[in-house]
């Protein structure tokens, strides 16, 4: 017996290899992205954690500690000390007496074969004035 197209429902074997393949890509391209993005998660709560917990005499090695502190935590194992001592400025606000500590760098994460996933991270978190100014 022949049934009418109307009565039928369903989906077609190329609509459903569509979405299957559309939502396989997305999954790849998650798996592959939420790596980076919770490292940036983890760096960004260090900072504010260390900004929180800093007083006007805190110095830099004293924030680099703190902070590389909460790496090994957060299982963040990207810089040695040395490194992030470097990448880490602590500067004189414009137009006010109290300090601001900002960190920028570059992750990077393969994606497919060559191509790379690129995530420039750029962070400023004020401090406490110093005393010694």
Do not use: C
Not at 114 to 133: G, H, N, T
Request: charged residues 25%; neutral net charge.
């Amino acid at each position: 017996m022949h049934t009418p197209r109307r009565d039928q429902s369903g989906v077609s074997l190329s609509g459903l290899l569509f979405w299957a393949v559309l939502l396989g890509f997305s999954a790849l391209i998650g798996m592959k992205l939420f790596p980076l993005f919770n490292e940036k998660y983890q760096v960004d709560q260090a900072l504010k954690t260390a900004a929180a917990q800093a007083t006007s005499t805190t110095s830099k090695a004293d924030l680099v500690k703190g902070i590389l502190r909460q790496f090994e935590v957060s299982d963040i194992d990207r810089w040695d000390d040395a490194d992030f001592y470097r990448l880490l400025k602590v500067t004189k606000a414009p137009n006010s007496n109290k300090r601001v500590m900002s960190l920028e760098y570059e992750l990077r994460g393969p994606f497919l074969g060559d191509l790379d996933i690129v995530l420039k991270y750029k962070r400023f978190e004020p401090l406490p004035a110093s005393e010694l100014e």
